[in-house]
């Protein structure tokens, strides 16, 4: 059952476990530089608004009827990242336009061998596509059409854009096995489990790179419920087409760099050493990001107004073991 409350999609599997809950919401954030060199970890700022789109069925394409799912706004060139909270283990696919973002290839529901998913809560945070071990490019909105999406350049159409979830709970006998044995080894191991005119919409481009381990999953494939399984397609409208749809302008405008170093807002790093990372893909790896996409094309880099980036300056660690809070505020 999938519910949106507080702009962040529930997921909750009763039929498995009465504890099979997971939420994700999708945060704001600044687009870090997109100059091939890797940074830490930007905060998030607030969650983008979310709304059904059956609540604006005659508005919106009329293609996305048979998918529903719900939409968010964002300016072009904006980033975004995706926050996972779970005490219950959840094993989480992302794709972009269809492109998982795990492994680079065609977004399939299955689980696969080859890891495709991302597993909640050992993963708290995704913010891009997985290029290489530690290393990912950021989420960042471009408008479907114009060769920048990881879509686009992976199938040559821009033909689906967004974003697409799909979430599948541990299976409860491998769930109470682990309760069980956490309950009589000690509370020590629970440092293992951190908790925490229809418009043409937009897609997902890789931007700048940043340091970010995609964690090999703990549990194995044969630990999901493979026939339990909630999918959700998660649409992106620019500021413009958004006003269209529901009459109201998006609610923050992106903070500039100025804004950013004017506030001495922190960056973040975050290690967990008793997980292993993925290597990445090298499909992925060998993406235009979107500056390089710009350069080819001719163009200029997008202006502050478009998409907004800054250095780092102070970094904060995180882990497992310490606070998961990742947050900045103006």
């Not at 071990?133 to 960042?140: C, T």
Request: glycine share 8%; with cysteine.
């Amino acid at each position: 059952m999938i519910e949106l409350r507080n702009n962040e999609l529930g997921f909750s599997f009763p039929e498995v476990h009465e504890d099979a809950q997971a939420s994700i919401s999708f945060i704001r954030t600044l687009r870090i530089p997109d100059d091939n060199r890797s940074h830490p970890l930007p905060p998030g700022f607030s969650r983008f608004p979310l709304h059904h789109v059956d609540d604006y069925a005659a508005r919106v394409p009329a293609d996305w009827q048979p998918h529903g799912g719900v939409f968010l706004p964002m300016y072009q060139a904006e980033a975004l990242w995706l926050n996972f909270t779970a005490d219950y283990p959840m094993a989480v696919k992302v794709a972009a336009g269809k492109i998982d973002a795990v492994t680079g290839k065609p977004f399939q529901n299955e689980l696969h061998a080859e890891q495709d998913y991302v597993v909640v809560p050992n993963q708290p945070w995704l913010d891009g596509f997985c290029i290489r071990r530690g290393l990912i490019r950021q989420f960042v909105a471009m408008p479907l059409g114009e060769g920048y999406t990881a879509e686009e350049q992976l199938t040559g159409k821009a033909e689906h854009g967004g974003l697409q979830l799909a979430v599948y709970p541990m299976k409860a006998s491998r769930y109470e096995e682990m309760m069980s044995e956490r309950r009589a080894v000690d509370c020590l191991q629970e440092r293992a489990m951190p908790c925490s005119a229809p418009p043409q919409e937009m897609g997902l481009a890789p931007g700048g790179m940043m340091r970010q381990e995609i964690h090999e999953d703990p549990y194995g494939l044969d630990a999901w419920s493979t026939d339990s399984r909630s999918r959700c397609f998660v649409h992106i409208l620019n500021s413009g087409q958004y006003r269209e749809v529901t009459g109201g302008r998006p609610p923050h405008e992106p903070p500039t760099a100025e804004d950013y170093d004017r506030a001495g807002l922190p960056w973040f790093e975050y290690y967990n050493e008793d997980l292993k990372a993925l290597e990445g893909a090298p499909t992925l790896a060998a993406l235009d990001s979107v500056a390089v996409r710009q350069v080819k094309e001719g163009q200029a880099p997008a202006s502050d107004h478009e998409g907004h980036s800054a250095p780092a300056r102070r970094v904060i660690r995180l882990g497992p073991d310490r606070n998961q809070v990742r947050e900045g505020r103006f």
